[in-house]
């Protein structure tokens, strides 16, 4: 397999996997375990085979055009330094895998517990593998996603829960900002490419835009990274299970941020912003995490707040901006990876087998678990910074660059001090985790007796101390290669001359390192009294809660100024939205008029005015009004109101060379009417006028308004299209259909040739749209339940069987059976007669007015003609209608006619024509559009069909219930 | 003719909206009926070219059609499609309608009766 196509099975495999975990039986521990496993091994292996292509300094790359005309390309690139983050992806997360089939109970839902961790690790490998600054935000994204689920994933406790959202909220807004600057680096670039970024160092540098964009990524990196003060969900994100812990707060999750910082290192660094907002974020954070740290009584709040403080002291290394100092950046990211993901999977073997992490309950564990205490205590060792431990070299490297001037500053001269003061924190704090947990009197009251894990649990940690060893005592050996690498990756130029070496002398660094273990134990030891009182928390600041002030906003944000919001702006009627709308809808269409002062007619020359046109429209107007004031109290006259507005409407479309619409909205017209006609039989009883005398004040105020906005809209429609009328438009597509309608869709039907052909895709949609109204309808009316006084059997039905019961000679329902007996045999002939004018009007529909929607509605009239005249039963006891199957079909043949192009070669719903001679019809055009039409006319008839039918069968049903009701009286 | 088409689509428009501000579900949908035809017409009305009295846009067999002999065929096009949705639109909005009847006892559109 080619190089690059191995980055992208690497970056699909963990993705894959998840899926797969996630159909695993509930409590398939070991399958999912071992599918998790294998992903990360197989990911270890790809990425290990690539390092002999990425060591020679090319990165691999993979690349997919994906919207090219945006200049985004999917890309994948692995150069030094995404090749070390994926192996601390890889390989942390194989040994995560492993301690968690160890750590996870058998009755949690394992599975699911490793479809999420397979997840976060390929958008983790999103991110680093990522060659383009937009796809990298969107794995970003991910990782915050994962994680939130991750550290919610015992989702029964509320801590779980709160903690998940807090990471989530605060990592998911530090996304959005750094969207928002990653979308500035690309305006000032012109690229998202991040081979193209790199190389635009001066570009980006000297942008007025370089500022806000660095805040941006800065907040973004900042969150992900937990620095001050975003610091405070990471300690709370504590309640995840520990393997969790380990893996999203040694290697991965939090680096993100700090692989952003590395990736952008080149081009953003080096400049005062750069240093000012890095590195105090970064000093305070790594002075304060640690300070926190030693006052913890949670054994996990000890190394949560031990890692924001290894997080502040790689991040101020690298804000210091000097390629020796990013070195050591990379160093101690790796360094800590390993120690901390040692050790918290240490703490979670102590709380798996005593039952709890609590520092006042834990003491002399020695005794009962020394292997495990051992290979803790070799990790604190590493993380305090002791000599033969890979801790002390990175540490070693960042006591120098803390020493050598960078910008000359007071805060780059003090710097040295606070490094020590670091330093002693981080022995007291590894100090306190050692002393506390395995040495001193036997514990008391522990929930369980403790002993040391299953062997298999423990190696991890034995594999991850084992290397914690070896880089400290032969670094050159070990980790020297991989880290040039990655030096090269990161930095463009030449790396700077660093030394691995362990021993450099008696040096200025190493009298500090000195100084702060010295320090840490007398601090250590002067502290003791202070901790053993069981006090959580350090003093003073123990008061200042990072999550209060965060709750405290959340409930400002997203409730207080939300209800208040509400209350002052929202409301939960109708009516008063609908006014917003429209008034606004108003000013919308007026106001480009009167800001361009393009007001005024056009000069064209006007149509003359038939009298009959004018008296049409008197009528029509008096119609509109009429229904406008009639609906409230005459619903069936507004309906005929209405229906008279609608065939002026119509009449006008023939008037005005618009046959085919004309034909199409009579037809509606009368649809319209049947359905509205049965959908009154369910509307309540008029309301006698509410206010017997005169409308209160505020009511009449209301319909001022109203017809205030009416007005004002009918006017503002009535002069626009008015002006537009008056003025000639500019050339539109119409050249275009008009000159081929007949040359290249074979019809002389304009209209029809563009719903058919040129449109046929829209036309699709339309029918889509027709097909799921009509069955949105079937059902909701499937579980309809009229108001109960519209169930009885309507008055004048009541009549007509009281007649029929009272005479002796008739029996109920006669007298229904009898009524407009020849009208009903007229409209039983009609059937066939209608049925032919739909065949007719669809067969001239590609030439003359008429096609598949007309066609369509005419036969379901003849339908509903038949339902009118001898009601549902006995239509459906002569006549299998199938409205459902005519969609079905519809929809089927339309969508085969599109298809059916690619079969040719063409792009879907290409039509193609000609001329077929037929015995006695004569010459008929045959285009195969003529068959997507066909499909139209189906579908039509079947919505339409089964629209009327489902709201006419309710009277069947509600027959039957009041015929139960009376029954039960 | 410009001048009373122009007219008349303005007090369909205001019957409409009139309607559509109403507190009665029926009267919102006579209002949505009565609002469609004014759309359908002012879209109708954009035609290139101006309103135009025996010239549909049907060509004669055979030949390249003349653009500026003819209605402008898109507009109608585009209401055509407006009209069939228009009724499903109408189909869908009276049985919300209805079962909203059935389901809180009153036509009021808020689907409860205002507080008096």
């Known amino acids: 397999m080619p190089h690059d196509t191995l980055l992208l099975v690497a970056l699909l495999l963990p993705f894959l996997g998840s899926l797969a975990a996630g159909f695993l039986p509930t409590h398939a521990r070991n399958a999912a375990a071992v599918l998790a496993g294998s992903v990360a091994v197989a990911g270890m292996g790809i990425t290990i085979w690539l390092y002999a292509m990425v060591a020679e300094g090319t990165p691999v790359q993979f690349w997919l055009s994906w919207l090219p005309m945006l200049g985004l390309d999917f890309t994948l690139r692995l150069d030094g330094l995404a090749w070390l983050f994926a192996m601390m992806i890889f390989g942390i997360g194989a040994l995560v895998v492993l301690y968690a089939r160890y750590y996870m109970s058998r009755e949690d839902p394992v599975p699911r517990f490793f479809s999420f961790l397979l997840a976060f690790m390929g958008s983790m490998i999103g991110i680093v593998l990522s060659g383009n600054l937009i796809q990298m935000v969107f794995f970003w994204e991910l990782t915050s996603l994962f994680s939130f689920l991750l550290i919610g994933y015992w989702h029964h406790s509320a801590s779980a829960r709160d903690g998940a959202r807090m990471a989530l909220t605060v990592t998911g807004t530090g996304g959005l900002c750094l969207l928002v600057g990653v979308l500035l680096v690309g305006r000032i670039v012109g690229s998202y490419d991040i081979d193209q970024v790199l190389e635009s160092r001066d570009l980006i540098v000297q942008s007025d835009l370089y500022v806000p964009a660095l805040v941006l990524i800065l907040l973004g990196a900042f969150t992900k990274s937990a620095q001050f003060p975003f610091h405070f969900w990471l300690p709370h994100a504590m309640a995840a299970p520990t393997p969790v812990s380990a893996y999203l707060h040694s290697a991965t999750m939090v680096k993100a941020g700090i692989f952003l910082l590395m990736r952008l290192w080149p081009v953003m660094s080096g400049t005062d912003a750069w240093f000012y907002m890095v590195v105090p974020a970064g000093l305070v954070t790594l002075l304060l995490g640690a300070f926190i740290a030693i006052f913890q009584q949670d054994l996990k709040g000890l190394l949560a707040y031990s890692t924001i403080s290894h997080l502040g002291l790689i991040t101020l290394l690298l804000g210091l901006g000097s390629p020796l100092a990013a070195v050591a950046a990379i160093f101690h990211t790796l360094n800590h990876a390993i120690f901390k993901a040692s050790l918290f999977m240490a703490a979670g073997i102590i709380d798996h087998e005593t039952g709890t992490r609590d520092l006042r309950k834990l003491s002399g564990l020695y005794r009962y678990m020394p292997f495990t205490a051992t290979l803790a205590m070799v990790a604190a060792a590493a993380m305090a910074g002791v000599p033969l431990l890979n801790g002390f070299i990175s540490k070693e490297m960042f006591f120098a660059e803390a020493v050598a001037d960078h910008t000359g500053s007071l805060l780059d001269d003090s710097l040295p001090y606070w490094a020590t003061l670091a330093g002693v924190f981080s022995v007291t704090y590894s100090l306190r985790f050692i002393l506390g947990v395995f040495f001193g009197p036997p514990p008391i009251d522990l929930p369980h007796r403790p002993h040391e894990p299953a062997h298999w649990m423990r190696f991890p940690i034995e594999l991850l101390v084992l290397i914690c060893l070896l880089i400290g005592i032969v670094p050159g050996l070990t980790v020297g290669p991989v880290l040039a690498t990655a030096v090269k990756g990161l930095l463009d130029a030449t790396p700077p001359y660093y030394s691995l070496a362990l021993w450099h002398g008696f040096n200025l660094p190493l009298m500090m390192s000195l100084i702060a273990m010295a320090g840490g134990v007398v601090l250590y030891l002067g502290l003791r009294r202070y901790l053993e009182s069981g006090i959580e928390g350090p003093p003073i600041l123990r008061d200042f809660k990072g999550q209060r002030i965060f709750e405290k906003v959340l409930a400002t944000l997203s409730w207080q100024w939300a209800r208040a919001g509400e209350n002052a702006l929202g409301t939960r009627r109708l009516q008063p939205q609908m006014r917003i709308v429209i008034s606004l809808a108003v000013v919308a269409a007026l106001a480009p008029f009167l800001a361009n002062g393009a007001v005024g007619t056009g000069n064209m020359p006007g149509t003359p005015l038939p009298p009959a046109f004018a008296l049409l429209w008197l009528i029509g107007g008096a119609c509109a009004l009429g229904a406008a004031y009639q609906a409230k109290y005459h619903r069936f006259a507004a309906l005929v109101l209405v229906g008279g507005a609608g065939l002026v409407t119509c009449i006008t479309f023939v008037w005005l060379s618009a046959p085919d619409l004309a034909v199409t909205q009579l037809l509606v017209e009368i649809v319209t009417t049947v359905l509205l006609l049965l959908g009154l039989r369910w509307l309540p009883k008029r309301i006698e006028e509410v206010y017997p005398t005169r409308p209160p004040l505020k009511v009449l105020l209301r319909r001022y308004v109203d017809i205030t906005i009416a007005c004002a809209l009918g006017g503002v429609m009535a002069f626009l299209a008015y002006c537009l009328m008056t003025r000639p438009l500019t050339e539109s597509v119409s050249r275009f259909f008009v000159e081929r309608a007949y040359s290249e869709g074979g019809g002389t039907n304009i209209i029809n040739v563009i719903l058919v052909d040129f449109r046929g895709f829209d036309t699709m949609g339309e029918i889509v749209v027709l097909c799921l109204a009509a069955l949105t309808v079937f059902a909701l009316l499937r579980r309809f339940r009229p108001a109960p006084e519209s169930i009885r059997t309507p008055e004048q039905q009541r009549i007509q069987n009281a007649y029929d019961e009272a005479s002796p000679d008739r029996s109920p329902g006669d007298t229904v059976a009898d009524y407009m007996l020849i009208p009903r045999l007229i409209m039983h002939w009609l059937f066939p007669v209608i049925a032919v004018m739909a065949v007719y009007l669809f067969m001239r529909g590609h030439d003359l007015p008429g096609g598949g929607f007309a066609a369509g509605i005419t036969l379901s009239i003849a339908f509903v003609v038949q339902y009118m005249a001898s009601g549902a039963r006995w239509v459906e006891d002569h006549l299998r209608v199938l409205p459902l199957r005519w969609m079905g079909l519809g929809l089927l043949t339309s969508c085969a006619t599109g298809v059916g192009s690619w079969w040719f070669g063409y792009p879907f719903l290409t039509s193609h024509f000609q001329y077929v001679e037929l015995p006695l019809i004569g010459k008929m055009p045959a285009a195969s559009a003529l068959l997507f039409d066909l499909g139209v006319f189906a579908l039509v008839v079947g919505a339409t069909v089964l629209i009327l039918i489902a709201l006419a069968h309710q009277s069947l049903r509600s027959s039957r219930a009041a015929q139960v009701n009376e029954g039960g009286d | ?116």
């Open chain 2, 1 to 116: 003719m410009e001048i009373v088409l122009a007219i008349g689509i303005g007090l369909f428009t205001a019957s409409g909206v009139w309607l559509l501000l109403r507190p009665r579900t029926y009267q919102v949908i006579i209002g949505l009926a009565l609002l469609s035809y004014a759309v359908n017409l002012f879209i109708f009305a954009m035609a290139g070219g101006g309103l135009r009295v025996d010239s549909p846009p049907i060509l004669a067999p055979g030949g390249v059609g003349d653009p500026t002999a003819i209605a402008d065929p898109i507009p109608q096009a585009l209401v055509l499609t407006a009209i069939v949705i228009g009724f499903a639109m109408t189909a869908l909005f009276l049985v919300v309608l209805l079962a909203a009847r059935g389901r809180t006892g009153t036509d009021h559109v808020d689907g409860r009766e205002p507080d008096r």
